[in-house]
């Protein structure tokens, strides 16, 4: 065989690796997915479409863990939530602009057994997460709110379930 040969693949190869998409959104043309690929330890994983295929984005973290939720603005910012997996269960919000890394958003500590499930990014610097926080005697239902200089934590009992983003045909606050 003569020249060079050239085909497509998959940012999840080789075969024996799994990967697990958990979200996926798009704006206009621009489409992202997140979740984890994994041969012993699960690795958060975020790639975009680029005519057709999927390519690898810059890790929001080198930790084991994964990414379960993402929401991108009209202007450009991916917000994302999910955990680290090192002696516990952290959860993990970045957010980032196109060609910037990834930004750590603070927030207040929401105690062992916290995870974030799902995220809405707004049009202005604000995001909403929610998730739970899971202990040995207590559960419930955690919402997170940025509102572009801080963020505040409420608890409420017993388990939140993610939410449709307004990006999926609900009434939205995007401008």
Sequence with gaps: MTGVQTCALPIFS??????IALDVDSVGAEAR???FVSE???R???ARLDNGIWKSMPEPFRDSGYISSLDQTPSGETWIVGTRLVDRAIPVARRRTDGTPWAKLDYPPLGAGG?????????????????YIQSRDRQAGVIVR?????ATVETIGGRIEPVASPT????SDRK
């Design 146 to 150: 940025w509102d572009g200089d801080r």
């Design 44 to 46: 958060p994983i975020v």
């Design 33 to 35: 997915l997140v979740g």
């Design 115 to 131: 995870v974030f499930t799902d995220v809405v990014a707004l049009h202005d610097g604000r995001a909403v997460a929610v998730g």
């Design 168 to 171: 999926s045909g609900g009434p």
């Design 14 to 19: 080789p075969p024996s690796i799994q990967a």
């Design 40 to 42: 012993r330890r699960p």
